[in-house]
């Protein structure tokens, strides 16, 4: 794994992270093996508080993965078979599957060529009148414009869904993502700016009803052992998962103002390269989740990063709209023209809180020797 050679600068560095909260971690996870307290149980209760409080919602429900977290959030607002949900072709395809897994068939819009996130110019055609529900999706750590979205979704009467499994700590307009909608989902994988040791995921809401509903639904819909209410999903979150996200919540902030710093930083040294940093919207809080440049011939760049020892990564190559497993959604090449230019551009650079200014330098320094620009031809 990374971390191990010198030379190699990894896309994110776990054991780092690791080694500076060790005792902190060490001891949450004995009192979890020492209360054999292994599925929910009080780690996770203190977590779910924790983060509610970090988001600013009335609740948050822990669940076992970010996708378990949109499948539920989906069937609590009500949406099932016959049913569309509006989202993006270019996110993870977690955010897909979820709006299958409900029974509804996902609508896509596609993403404005600045920040990267849902149109909200492309939304009001592709409403009928099955559409139930937006999932507009904060890639990368950045919040989409999520102020038309919610104009649009209260004028249409449909439920807005976040996928913000990217974007922990993020704002937009000074309001968290993962509030701003009716429901916001959250994924711990470990990767993630905000990540378990296993799989993790969380719903937050204001609506307590809705919360409630999760609760019941993650847990086999049992509101009396053995008494089956709802038909529900094992979903539930693991006690180790809770205490470690209990105790990584309170650094989060931290390693937030360090991704910040660094995302300065590569801007600072990008100067000068055709590689294009990512943009920050008026307002809104990034926390760059990931680390992402746009240039083209992202291919040759890879390969010469990866020669000097920097390993990089593509979020995401392929749009969900031309994924061969989702073929029979009817979607073809063309038809969403911005998702296609930024999946053959996009390239992931390292970034976690642990990286040093020198390393970033040195990453600049492999750019800019392989792909120098003039000042005018950046502007285009
Ligand atoms: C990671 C991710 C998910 C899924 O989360 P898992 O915890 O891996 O299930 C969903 N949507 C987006 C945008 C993601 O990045």
Not at 139 to 156: F, V
Not at 274 to 280: G, L
Request: glycine share 8%; hydrophobic share 40%.
């Amino acid at each position: 794994m990374p971390g191990t050679d010198a030379n190699v600068i990894p896309l994110v560095d776990l054991q780092a992270q690791y080694r500076s909260i060790k005792g902190e971690i060490d001891t949450a996870l004995q009192a979890v093996l020492d209360q054999a307290q292994f599925a929910l149980g009080p780690a996770v209760a203190r977590f779910e508080r924790a983060l509610a409080g970090y988001c600013g919602t009335a609740e948050a429900v822990g669940v076992n993965s970010g996708t378990s977290a949109l499948h539920l959030a989906l069937l609590a607002a009500g949406v099932g078979h016959g049913d569309e949900v509006i989202t993006v072709p270019f996110t993870f395809v977690a955010t897909v599957a979820a709006i299958e897994y409900a029974g509804a068939t996902p609508i896509f819009v596609d993403v404005d060529e600045t920040y990267y996130t849902m149109d909200p110019a492309r939304i009001e055609a592709a409403i009928t009148p099955r559409t139930r529900a937006i999932v507009p999706v904060h890639l990368y750590g950045q919040s989409a414009d999520m102020d038309p979205i919610l104009q649009i979704a209260e004028r249409r009467g449909l439920t807005v869904i976040e996928d913000a499994c990217q974007a922990h700590g993020a704002e937009d307009r000074g309001r968290r993502c993962g509030s701003i909608g009716r429901l916001g989902c959250f994924s711990f994988y470990p990767g993630k700016n905000l990540g378990a040791y296993g799989e993790g995921g969380a719903v937050v809401t204001h609506d307590r009803a809705l919360a409630e509903k999760i609760r019941l639904l993650r847990s086999w819909g049992e509101e009396t052992r053995y008494i089956h209410s709802h038909r529900g999903f094992n979903y539930r979150m693991d006690g180790i998962q809770g205490a470690v996200l209990d105790v990584k919540l309170r650094h989060l902030e931290r390693w937030t103002e360090a991704r910040r710093a660094h995302a300065m930083t590569y801007e600072r040294h990008l100067a000068g390269t055709a590689a294009v940093p990512p943009r920050v919207r008026e307002d809104a809080r990034p926390v760059y989740t990931v680390y992402t440049v746009r240039v083209p011939q992202r291919d040759a760049l890879r390969a010469a990063l990866a020669s000097a020892g920097v390993q990089t990564a593509v979020h995401y190559p392929v749009p969900l709209h031309l994924q061969p497993a989702y073929r029979d959604l009817g979607y073809g090449p063309g038809d969403f023209p911005v998702s296609e230019r930024l999946a053959a551009e996009v390239l992931s650079l390292p970034m976690f809180p642990e990286l040093e200014d020198a390393q970033i330098a040195r990453i600049a320094g492999v750019i800019r020797a392989e792909m120098p620009v003039s000042a005018s031809a950046r502007d285009s």
